[in-house]
């Protein structure tokens, strides 16, 4: 399984044609307290860099992009009832959707966990 | 992932093609940073917008005491044998015939009725006014002032001075260690203290609802006297994120947001702050439309709103009718960490601001469902003496 970032501070794990998508620690960090994630319900159709997700710090409202053309397989329910998973797990139980991926070719456009450390510490 | 419309955080205004304002330094700059603060640009300012987190410092303040820097806000020493009387007629409040050292919140009122700020004053001497204004405003204020009061009155902003808020229930019992004497002040009282051999003023008061004293200090003693605060147990270094979060649970307005120039005292349901003689006498600016908002009622009225659900409905966000035509705005909104739950002020038509009528608001094309209902959403906790 790999997985890839986008310079919006999604990530994405692929396993064959599946990918988990959710936001990485920077970003968790940067919005502090989360309390509310809407996800996107199954079966919605989302093209690369659609607006997928709203994820609300107590301070803000931010927009989560799809990092690739897919269809919604399901939006991560435990989130609900306990939106603060996103900062204490983002890049596991946090977790936003799962999409079907239409174009795996998509991914060669995005980071690898080397390449996201490296573009973050020049934030 | 980026911040949708909705977001308030303060961008850069180099996208917009805007010159950037030159960013100055308050006192307490580089204590914030050395405590992990976490800075951001407001009012013209680096100022800390959280330390470890907004819901651990909100709740925090709620349960003992939070430190908050307010030295971005304008302190003014006003002097001048008639000052009560001149500034009288720049705002609704008695102060000629107010006791001394006694706090009060006033409006800055244009012509027209609307707010051009709303502040705290008190008389310190029957020829000297302190008086506290917004950091935004506040050269605004004292160009409005200095064209309006007369010669023999001289605003002196006191740009020498820090001013530190210390609020929660174990605020003055950790400040009274350092200060003696600051526990026989009751609520908006305020007086003349001494730390280290630095003059303090001081008085009971603050933003949050809860009990609390804000605390001036000449900026050369500033970081010491803020590393004595927090070195009391009670005593953590609060981002004005939290300070937001407090002052909305208490239901209280918000400069800039919840009053403008286009709002006036009677909408923003601030009616307290029109005193009854400045009311018989109808003598301060915008009087005649203040007072018929008063007997008739405004068109629209400051609200607040508990938002159905657990998403924040944020300014900017439409009250809207039926046929979801606007009908008000939503001016403060976010998730509330003591109430657990988002809440909101708003601008509501006269008729829908009974407590317990159901609005709908709307957000990026979203509808949500809330209540009008009374404030402030945590009961306030001012010392008002012993009973």
Redesign the interface.
């Known amino acids: 399984m790999s997985r890839y970032f986008t310079e ?3 990530w994405i794990d692929v396993d064959g044609d599946i990918g988990t998508v959710g ?1 990485s620690e920077y ?1 968790q960090s940067q919005l ?2 989360i ?2 994630v ?1 996800v996107p319900d199954a079966g919605r159709a989302l093209g690369k860099g659609d607006e997928a997700a ?12 799809s990092p690739a053309s897919g269809n919604v397989l399901e939006g991560n329910p435990a989130l ?1 009832d306990e ?1 603060a998973l996103v900062n204490s797990d983002p890049e596991g139980e946090g977790w936003f959707f799962k999409i079907t991926l239409a174009d795996t070719s998509e991914l060669d456009t995005l980071m690898d966990e080397a390449g996201y450390a490296a573009f973050v510490a020049k934030l | ?4 419309p ?4 303060h961008a850069s205004h180099d996208d917009d093609g805007f010159e950037p304002l030159e960013i100055l330094t308050l006192p307490l700059d580089a204590w914030h940073r050395a405590k992990g603060g976490r800075m951001v640009e407001f009012a013209g300012y680096h100022m800390p ?2 330390y470890e ?4 410092e ?1 709740l925090w303040t709620r349960e003992h005491a939070g430190l908050f820097d307010v030295s971005h806000m304008g302190q003014l020493s006003i002097t001048g044998e008639n000052v009560a009387t001149a500034l009288e007629a720049l705002m609704p409040a008695a102060i000629h015939d107010a006791p001394l050292n006694k706090a009060r919140y006033s409006l800055l009122l244009s012509d027209t009725g609307g707010v051009l700020d709303d502040l705290m004053l008190t008389p310190q001497a029957p020829d000297r006014v302190y008086m506290v204004v917004n950091g935004a405003t506040k050269y605004d204020d004292v160009a409005h002032m200095v064209e309006h009061l007369p010669d023999d009155v001289t605003l002196n902003l006191m740009e020498d001075h820090a001013l530190l808020a210390v609020q929660g229930p174990e605020a003055v019992e950790a400040v009274e260690r350092l200060v003696p004497g600051v526990k026989s002040l009751t609520f908006m009282q305020a007086g003349a203290f001494a730390w280290n051999g630095h003059a303090l003023w001081i008085s009971r008061s603050g933003y949050t609802g809860e009990d609390g004293v804000e605390i001036s200090v000449p900026a050369e003693a500033a970081e010491a006297f803020a590393d004595a605060l927090v070195a009391q147990p009670e005593i953590k270094p609060i981002g004005l ?1 939290a300070r ?2 407090l002052r909305l649970e208490a239901g209280l307005p918000l400069y800039g947001h919840d009053l403008d120039p286009d709002t006036t005292p009677v909408q923003a349901d601030l009616g307290f702050a029109l005193f009854k003689r400045r009311r018989e006498a109808a003598d301060f600016p915008g009087a005649a439309r203040i007072l018929a908002e008063r007997e008739h009622g405004p068109a629209t009225k400051r609200v607040g709103l508990l938002v159905d659900g ?3 409905v ?1 300014e900017g966000a439409d009250v809207v009718d039926a046929s979801g035509a606007a009908v008000g705005r939503v001016t403060s909104g ?2 509330a ?1 003591t109430v657990g739950a ?1 809440i909101a002020m708003a601008y509501v038509p006269l008729a829908a601001s009974v407590p317990g009528t159901v609005v709908t608001l709307s957000q ?1 094309g979203k509808a949500h469902r809330a209540t009008v209902t009374a404030m402030p959403f945590v009961p306030h906790r001012y010392f008002r003496g012993v009973k």
């Open positions: 919006d501070h999604e936001i970003a502090g307290d309390v509310f809407e709203v994820v609300e710090s107590v301070k803000a409202a931010s927009d989560v992009y609900t939106p | 992932m980026s911040d949708a909705a977001s308030h955080d917008v959280q987190g907004i819901m651990a909100h994120g937001d979060s657990r998403q924040p944020r976010g998730f960490p988002p990026r």
